[in-house]
């Protein structure tokens, strides 16, 4: 089994948990502020790929007066969307990489925490077809020169390689980007202060809230549990590092 094909099935268990488990419970957090103002965003057409239970096309929708929509290929994770949104939000299942949408229909297109699932070359060039000219594509996700630092890479042998395997750095989006027709490719370093408890640290592990968990082996995740109920601090505290990457369509 691929990759793609181990964590799609991941998010389809973890669908009626996931914002338990991940999502984040502010009106409006800073990285979907960040975004919005880094792409210019306000009151356009926008378009998140990879939405999962549509937490950030809520933000987006209801904090900066967007016309949201939202597409994830997980049909599961798309109920829970439409049982939590406003009727008029328009949620679709999709695949970035095939998108069920009309040609230059969007001024803005949001990813977040998904371009490591993604066939990206195919992906980026159905976004380019979405976009207005002129549309602005926002990807946010982990930067992979950090990835060491994250709270869980102590507590399981393979998870450094994994998430190196997986993410791309600035060179390569640059590059693809390029590649997909893009011009005015932007990267910009994000850091996001991150504090939990070590029980809720403990949830994630055994709800297995990462998909980092689907590709390692039963065995390791077992050893990881263990070690993290050992290990982990009363709290959790670290510098989640991010990069937020800028692309417009000519």
């Known amino acids: 089994m691929s990759d793609m094909q181990s964590t799609a099935q991941h998010f389809e268990r973890l669908a009626l948990r996931y914002r338990e488990l991940r999502a984040s419970n502010a009106a409006v957090d800073p990285v979907t502020e960040t975004v919005v103002e880094l792409g ?3 009151g356009g057409r926008v378009l998140d790929v990879g939405c999962g239970p549509g937490t950030v096309t809520r ?9 949201a ?3 994830d290929s997980s049909p599961k994770m798309i109920e829970v969307a439409r049982g939590e949104s406003e009727p008029h ?5 999709g695949r970035a990489e095939e998108l069920p949408v009309e040609s230059e229909t969007f001024d803005g297109v949001v990813m977040r925490w998904v371009v490591h699932h993604l066939d990206r070359p195919r992906a980026f060039a159905e976004i380019r077809r979405v976009l207005k000219p002129g ?3 926002v990807v946010t ?10 709270w869980l890479a102590p507590y399981f042998a393979s998870y450094v390689a994994i998430e190196r395997r997986r993410f791309p750095d600035a060179e390569l989006f640059r590059r693809e980007l390029l590649e997909a027709g893009f011009g005015g490719v932007r990267v910009v370093p994000f850091v996001l ?14 709800g297995r809230a990462y998909s980092s968990f689907a590709l390692m082996s039963d065995e390791e995740y077992e050893a990881g549990v263990a070690a993290a109920e050992t290990g982990l601090p009363a709290e959790v505290s670290y510098d989640l590092r991010l990069l937020n990457v800028l692309a417009v369509r000519p």
Not at 194 to 206: G, M, P, Q, V
């Open 40 to 42: 210019r965003l306000r």
């Open 59 to 67: 933000q987006l929708a209801r904090g900066f007066a967007i016309d």
């Open 69 to 71: 929509v939202g597409i």
């Open 89 to 93: 939000v328009e949620l679709y299942v």
């Open 135 to 137: 549309g602005r594509l």
């Open 141 to 150: 996700t982990t930067d992979p020169a950090a990835i060491e630092t994250f």
């Open 193 to 206: 202060q991150r504090r939990f408890s070590r029980e809720a640290a403990l949830t994630r592990i055994r």
